[in-house]
């Protein structure tokens, strides 16, 4: 296991830390409140594995994952304070999103340096399986990424269009369009589904 030594400068001792430990210190930094810290810590530890999984299964390259996850902490460290506790279902959802995105965005980096990969809303995100599922639920599963993203977001978790915008790095009024286009995409698979019935 890899050790990190850090300072600390009010007792002048050096401590050997973990660097798990060490990294969850650095996030720790960023959060003003112990109840807030402490929350942070159980989001870590709970979904930490999750994170990394999504991650990889985007984009393929533990070293990009690894990327994505930090990039999800340190979002997720700024807005611990709009986040439910760790053991909430919305909480699961945020968690999910935010990686998804974060790992989107370094595709997104990765485009612009080698100009290969070309974006496509559909490409991206955790297929949800239809199995045993309200309708409007498996309807929004079939529903590409970044649209059942800003729909659970918004309606399942109760976001701002604002909050949404900083969540996945864009403008309100492009956070507000790409809601639009999510709902009329959503309201196009119901209009589907009832003609097949």
Not at 57 to 86: G, M, R, Y
Request: a negative charge.
């Amino acid at each position: 296991m890899l050790y990190w030594t850090v300072c600390n400068a009010r007792c002048m001792m050096i401590h050997r830390i973990p660097e798990e430990e060490f990294t969850m210190l650095i996030y720790l930094q960023m959060i003003e409140t112990p109840e807030d810290q402490s929350k942070f810590e159980q989001i870590y530890e709970k979904y930490l594995g999750l994170m990394y999984h999504v991650a990889l299964k985007i984009l393929e390259n533990h070293e990009d994952a690894e990327d994505a996850v930090h990039q999800a902490f340190v979002s997720i460290a700024e807005n611990i304070k709009t986040i439910h506790p760790a053991d909430c279902p919305e909480t699961k959802s945020y968690i999910v999103i935010t990686i998804e995105s974060k790992s989107i965005d370094i595709i997104r980096h990765r485009k612009r340096v080698t100009n290969v990969i070309e974006f496509d809303e559909t490409m991206w995100g955790i297929e949800i399986p239809d199995e045993d599922r309200f309708d409007m639920a498996a309807l929004v599963g079939r529903l590409p990424a970044r649209y059942r993203e800003v729909l659970l977001l918004r309606f399942d978790n109760g976001y701002t269009t604002k909050e949404i915008a900083k969540i996945l790095n864009l403008s309100p009024s492009n956070a507000e369009k790409l809601i639009w286009r999510a709902k009329t995409a959503l309201q196009k698979l119901i209009d589907e589904d009832g003609d097949k019935r």
